[in-house]
């Protein structure tokens, strides 16, 4: 995007040696998998076994790196992993087991490297239980239901925890503070603070929730300022909002075109950590759509008119110039000269000027300063 | 006992440092002669200046009656952290399309070296630190840097709204400034006055001064120079760095009608950045004449990707891509910017929504009691436990205690070891000794860890508990225990305030239906 939406200072110049953290926000909307599922022939539950495999994938990279899985189920987001800590933790797949069957499960599962099984146990034990409590009427009353800004949200504060120790990333302030950042965090620091990387992985097969425009964007400026990469999935009707997120945090979009092969997806496009994305050339989209449409006709516009109050966008200038959100009265002066042609004599003047001040320095430009009034 | 004492002045600039932006002072006093006579500075301390009487931090440590005192240091930490964060939230209308002058005091007096490295690197790098804050809170203003250099007014950067052009600019021609001479305030202030008079009238005019000297060297009268700024309707903000000047005071309530907040002196380098960042706050917006609201219009290009590298016409840079200015079909290659050809403001609608939550704040959280503490047992949004009431088990006051508006501490009766009774007598109102590490969000009733506050307030501008929660779950929760009323956003019924807030809200609506139909063309659900 630009400058000010922060991509074009996005770097990856921090030193290699840290960890990442990955946060994977799922949809667990059952009817929405089950559509899904209809036209794809993915199911949840095999999708979910790859997406665990990806997580295994990252935990192998390296010891320090850690991974979260966040719900956003129908009625709000909930922790996969780390599991909520008030809850029951046991599996309700295995209330009715016998002592017998849990031996065999866990000499089956003896081989497996315990970094791999904690997550795997520990995110089909929640997402058991999240089904179970889970009111199949509600189920099918939300087809759509999401809490994308939700689920970023709590991805955010959780990264703010985990890898800048709940500083937010403020720590570049004041030069005293580094010093004390380093021995209270006990390893290693970033200049901005941080003590690990951090991705999101959004794998969405919901639509954009419409009245959450501003949570939501709220959510990727914010990602946008501790730099850290959205990620999408979206393996089902393409979005605006995703894209946006993408786009604005640099981060990778993808729309696999045949998601039974969502693991090979996974494992090349958003698998890579912030240092192997260096070199690497990754599909991203490029043509984000950031037209807006106005408030009066919801046209979708290439040159609108904005009140300097509330920021609402209108095709036209409204009517006695009374800007209809704010109800303030409007200057209507530059109004007047809308339909008459740009005029260019100002602009030549400009270039002129600029190019006969070329040869000034900055220096030179300071002693001509407006003398005071005498 | 004149080395304790130098030993005293010199750890106590450091160590007392996050101190001094902490807890107020007058509820420090009572605390310092109270307990501990080893802490005082018993012989000196009847012949002491006012300067002289250094506030230690560790006067204000009420040992708890096993000896430990982590739960004065937590409570203190949180106090701190939270203290920038009680900001009213009403929403008001502000500023939002700002156009600010950064004046930098660049003349000897910089080369100080009470602020480390020096005063001048400091600046220049708060400066820097500044200009990224400042544009990405205020995404569609602009900005110009100014210096006082040597009794003139030095331009550093011109009003634009590129970031990149204004850290460039510091880089090559503040950094490498020897800073020198005096430093004229009215050679500035005119310089800047110049800058701002041809902006619109629509937004807002600001000046923001570094002052590191303690006088001005003018050429002429600087009252003709601040009746000028108030005619322009200037608004003059001040960062003193060494003490106040009375000039200063007098031009910062002159330009704010009468208001100095706008002055303020710094303490140390946390406190300089603090009330430089506060500057990248869009102002509120006061007096009607202010600003004259108006209509602006703005073009929403769209981006092109090229094979080969054209020229922009913004720089003249070789650049692949860019965006297609909808009116003349100018390639720029930096929004948000004005086309260079034919004038028109090109934005992105996402700068649009980046200065929603100056409209819409993110309500206060309060602190929650402990006879409330029971209803969680960690953070919801970042899974960190929080701590359990160790000495208060008596079941008599888990429950009943309904809605302890002022906080009141839980009563004292039946405590075993006695650490809570001794630290609720002596502070009164404030939780004693041990804080709950709490904070419930009013409307849907969360619990968050102090961390989380901050960085929801500061930096993410949503609650993570409403946006998670489904609406249902918010109204069955309503009735818990922060109630709903506790902000002033929701009682300020009747004044104009709050019938355009409902408006907004109304059209924010409309905004984020709409927003859907350019991708999706469908969505527009009711």
Request: hydrophobic share 35%; with cysteine.
């Amino acid at each position: 995007m630009d400058k000010v939406d922060g991509t074009e200072h996005y770097n990856f110049k921090a030193p290699a040696d840290l960890a990442t953290l990955q946060i994977i926000i799922l949809d667990t909307n059952p009817l929405a998998w089950a559509t899904f599922e209809k036209s794809s022939s993915l199911s949840f539950p095999s999708a979910l076994s790859q997406l665990l495999i990806f997580a295994n994938a990252h935990l192998a990279f390296s010891q320090s790196n850690r991974c979260a899985v966040i719900a956003n189920h129908i009625d709000g987001v909930h922790f996969l992993s780390p599991a909520d800590p008030d809850t029951d933790h046991r599996d309700p797949g295995e209330v009715d087991l016998t002592p017998e069957d849990l031996k065999e499960i866990a000499q089956q599962n003896a081989s497996k490297y315990r970094v791999f099984r904690l997550l795997e146990d520990e995110v089909r034990a929640s997402y058991r239980r999240l089904i179970a409590n889970t009111d199949p009427e509600a189920v099918m009353t939300s087809p759509n239901a999401s809490c994308l800004a939700g689920a970023l949200s709590a991805a955010l504060t959780y990264i703010n925890r985990i890898c800048f120790g709940g500083t937010g990333g403020r720590s570049s302030g004041v030069p005293g503070d580094e010093k004390s950042k380093v021995n209270s965090a006990g390893g290693k620091v970033d200049e901005t603070g941080r003590t690990m990387h951090a991705k999101i992985l959004v794998v969405s097969v919901t639509p954009d929730p419409a009245n959450q425009y501003i949570p939501v964007m709220n959510s990727i400026f914010a990602a946008q300022r501790l730099k850290i990469p959205i990620d999408v999935c979206k393996l089902r009707d393409s979005t605006v909002f995703l894209q946006q997120a993408a786009d604005a945090t640099g981060g990778v979009y993808m729309e696999p075109e045949h998601p039974q092969g969502l693991l090979q997806y996974l494992m090349v496009g958003f698998l890579p950590d912030h240092l192997a994305r260096q070199s690497l050339i990754l599909p991203t989209k490029v043509d984000v759509d950031f037209r807006a449409a106005c408030f009066c006709h919801k046209k979708v516009l290439d040159v609108g008119f904005v009140c300097s109050v509330c920021l609402s966008i209108f095709c036209e200038p409204p009517e006695g110039a009374i800007c209809s959100t704010c109800q303030v009265k409007l200057d209507a002066t530059p109004l007047e000269n809308l339909n008459k042609p740009v005029v260019l004599p100002p602009k030549k003047k400009k270039k002129k000027k600029a190019i006969d001040s070329l040869p000034e320095s900055g220096v030179a430009s300071a002693a001509d300063s407006p003398a005071p009034a005498e | 006992m004149a080395d304790s004492d130098e030993d005293f002045v010199l750890s106590s600039s450091g160590d007392d440092r996050p101190k001094g932006k902490g807890g107020a002072s007058g509820s420090r006093r009572p605390t310092r002669k109270s307990k501990r006579p080893d802490g005082a500075p018993a012989p000196g301390a009847t012949k002491r200046e006012k300067w002289e009487d250094i506030q230690r931090s560790w006067d204000n440590v009420v040992e708890g009656a096993d000896g430990s005192i982590a739960g004065t240091v937590i409570g203190l930490l949180e106090a701190t952290k939270r203290k920038r964060l009680l900001r009213d939230t009403t929403p008001i209308q502000r500023g939002i399309i700002r156009h600010l002058v950064l004046i930098l005091d660049l003349s000897s007096a910089m080369l100080e070296k009470d602020l480390r490295p020096t005063r001048f690197l400091l600046t220049l790098r708060y400066a820097r630190d500044f200009v990224t804050e400042y544009f990405e809170q205020n995404p569609i203003s602009q900005l110009s840097i100014v210096g006082m250099h040597d009794g003139l007014a030095l331009r550093i950067s011109d009003m634009g709204g590129n970031p990149a052009d204004h850290l460039t600019a510091l880089q090559e021609k503040a950094f490498t400034v020897e800073p020198k001479g005096a430093s004229s305030l009215q050679n500035a202030l005119e310089m800047g006055r110049a800058e701002l008079f041809h902006t619109p009238t629509h937004g807002t005019r600001e000046i923001l001064i570094i002052f590191g000297a303690l006088s001005s060297s003018d050429p002429g009268d600087i009252h003709d120079t601040i009746n000028s700024l108030v005619e322009d309707r200037i608004q003059v903000r001040i960062v003193g760095l060494a003490a106040q000047v009375a000039v200063c005071r007098e031009l910062v309530m002159k330009t704010n009608d009468g208001d100095d907040s706008g002055y303020g002196v710094i303490l140390d380098e946390g406190h300089y950045r603090e009330l430089m960042m506060a500057a990248t706050t869009p102002p509120v917006t006061t007096a009607e004449e202010k600003s004259v609201p108006s209509l602006l219009m703005m073009g929403f290009p769209s981006r092109m990707v090229e094979k080969h590298e054209s020229f922009c016409s913004c720089h003249s840079n070789l650049t692949k891509g860019g965006y297609i200015c909808p009116r003349c079909t100018a390639k720029v290659c930096f929004l948000p910017t004005e086309c260079p050809s034919c004038g028109l403001t090109l934005i992105l609608s996402t700068h649009l929504a980046r200065s929603y939550h100056h409209l819409f704040p993110l309500k206060n959280w309060v602190e929650v009691p402990w006879s409330e503490a029971h209803a969680s047992s960690h953070c919801w949004s970042c899974q960190t436990p929080f701590p359990t009431n160790q000495s208060q088990t008596s079941p008599t006051k888990q429950k009943p205690k309904p809605k302890p508006a002022t906080l009141a501490p839980p009563p004292a009766t039946g405590t075993s070891n006695g650490t809570k009774p001794a630290g609720s007598s002596e502070k009164g109102q404030k939780q004693p000794q041990q804080p709950t590490q709490r904070y419930a969000c009013t409307n849907c009733k969360t619990h968050f860890c102090i961390d989380c506050d901050i960085f929801a307030h500061e930096i993410l501008h949503n609650c993570p508990g409403c946006q998670s929660l489904s609406e249902e779950k918010i109204k069955a929760r309503a009735n818990l225990w922060p109630p709903n009323t506790v902000d002033g956003a929701s009682s300020a019924n009747g004044d104009p305030t709050s019938s355009m807030r409902t408006q907004v809200a109304e059209a924010t609506k409309m905004l984020e239906n709409s927003k859907i139909a350019p991708g999706s063309s469908m969505e527009v659900d009711s």
